[in-house]
């Protein structure tokens, strides 16, 4: 039975998708816990996972992360890690031993960019090094940040005057024994202004895209890199003949074996209606393959879908921004994909970010709850047990 805040769902279109009904679950709520003496402001602005650990980050200054297991069929806050008094955190990405967050020291002259390395003990995540950032002129902050357990990378956007960012680098590290080296630069295989606008990485491939970069009417958003001697070496590049009007490459996941890849349109002035979608990849690194036919909704068009993905080896999560909620699938069995509503009254109308883990999907709203007509910036993150195995939402319990 549907619960009282439940909605119908929209089912989706994928090749070979079968349109079977699924059970019905509950899902949880969780809310910024933050300790003694510390406050956790936009809940949910952040999210990243490995396997069966979830950790949630608060963009309040001074800023928050939050580590959570599941546990007893529900998910609980086992650490919180605070960041000094004038420093706000804004990004983060876990593997299986490091935990990277993105900072800023709010309270220095041009707010210096770093990235605060967390290595994982028996006893939890403990801070390791601290590591500058490799372009220290730019303007602008760590737009993504990838990790894993020998390498990091990240992108830093620069800004003009009128906050347009007018090109992006990519800069990756090593560990080196215990300790993590200088930042290298990445170089682009061809000459993409914002090379690094989206990236994804897992332990062998690192993947780096510019949706922007056009070229002999194929845009060649994606370069595929592999890791050999403790350097990347290009691979590949993926692209797409599409019209005017659409951005490929404008989100990307590794998920196990699969690329994922999504293109979006311009979200006014197109005429007809552009509709985003979502491509799976399989084979690569050298030759990525389109593995069937785009994802797309159904109801009409949405510009939008695909704005950011998330995945783990089994479960894909994709946003919208005209959607309150996410779209989600399985790669396995028949790859059913339903639409997932926050009906909580009180969740902000969009800006949701998308996670999964152990078959869940989570939905964080940072500017929730929604009273009086205004955010009131707490956050929240909605999970969604069992998505991986194809099962439904209904209201709270």
Known sequence: MIGEWGRPL?????????????????????????????????????MTTWKGELGVLSASTPGLVSIYTRSGGAWHAVQHMPAEPRFSMYRLAMGETWLAIATRDIGATGWPNYVDMYRRTAAGWSFAQRLNSPAPSFNGYVRNLVVSDSSIAISLGEWSANDVMVRSRVYTYTLEGELWGEARELVPPFDAPLFGEVM??????????????????????????????????????????????????????????????????????????????????????????????????????????????????????????????????????????????????????????????????????????????????????????????????????
């Open 200 to 397: 994804a990485a897992n332990a062998h491939m690192l993947v780096v895209g510019d949706p922007t970069f056009f070229s002999g009417g194929t845009r060649f958003a994606i370069s595929t890199f592999v890791r050999e001697n403790d350097e990347w070496r290009f691979a590949s590049s993926l692209g797409a003949s599409i019209p005017d009007g659409y951005a490929f490459g404008r989100a990307m996941a590794l998920c196990g074996s699969r690329l994922v890849v999504s293109t979006t349109g311009r979200t006014s002035g197109a005429s007809p209606p552009v509709q985003g979608y979502v491509t799976v990849y399989h084979g690569g690194p050298e030759s990525w393959v389109a593995d069937g036919a785009p994802i797309v909704t159904i109801g009409g068009p949405d510009p939008t879908f695909g704005s950011s993905l998330a995945c783990s080896e089994s479960t894909l999560a994709i946003r919208s921004t005209r959607t309150k909620g996410a779209y989600a699938l399985s790669f396995d069995g028949d790859r059913q994909v339903r639409q997932y509503i926050v009906t909580d009254p009180e969740a902000s109308s969009g800006g949701f970010e998308v996670a999964v883990a152990g078959g869940d999907l989570f939905i964080g709203d940072p500017h929730g709850p929604w009273l009086s007509g205004a955010p009131q910036n707490d956050g929240a993150v909605y999970v969604y047990p069992g998505v991986g195995e194809f099962i439904l939402i209904q209201g709270f319990d």
């Open 10 to 46: 929209l089912t989706l279109l994928f090749a070979g998708a079968s349109l079977a009904a699924g059970a019905v679950h509950a899902q949880q709520i969780l809310r910024p816990e933050p300790p003694p003496g510390h406050v956790a402001g936009m809940f949910g602005d952040a």
